[in-house]
């Protein structure tokens, strides 16, 4: 009797096993790496927020310092038009 050609279904369900647990590996280092990216974008965000927010601060403190020494100014020249 000849032997019969195996089934290339059944082969082909024999590896179904062991290639989701392959993908299910791969998935979860996946997730963990994207955890990770969205940690440093987080952190990241935090700190362009943080910067551009002292960025802004120091703006207005500069703009607030200049008006103070322009009324400075002005109030020198009125005392010294005075005496």
């Given at each position: 009797?000849?032997?019969e ?38 952190e ?40």
């Amino acid at each position: 009797m000849a032997k019969e050609p195996e089934n290339l279904v059944i082969s082909i369900l024999r590896e179904i096993p062991g290639t989701l647990a392959t993908q299910g590996w791969d998935l979860a280092e996946i997730k963990a790496d994207l955890r990770r990216q969205g940690v440093r974008l987080d952190e990241l965000f935090e700190s362009s927020t943080m910067a551009l927010g002292l960025a802004g601060h120091a703006n207005v403190r500069h703009d607030t310092v200049q008006k103070q020494l322009e009324e400075l100014r002005d109030r020198v020249e009125r005392l010294e038009k005075q005496h």
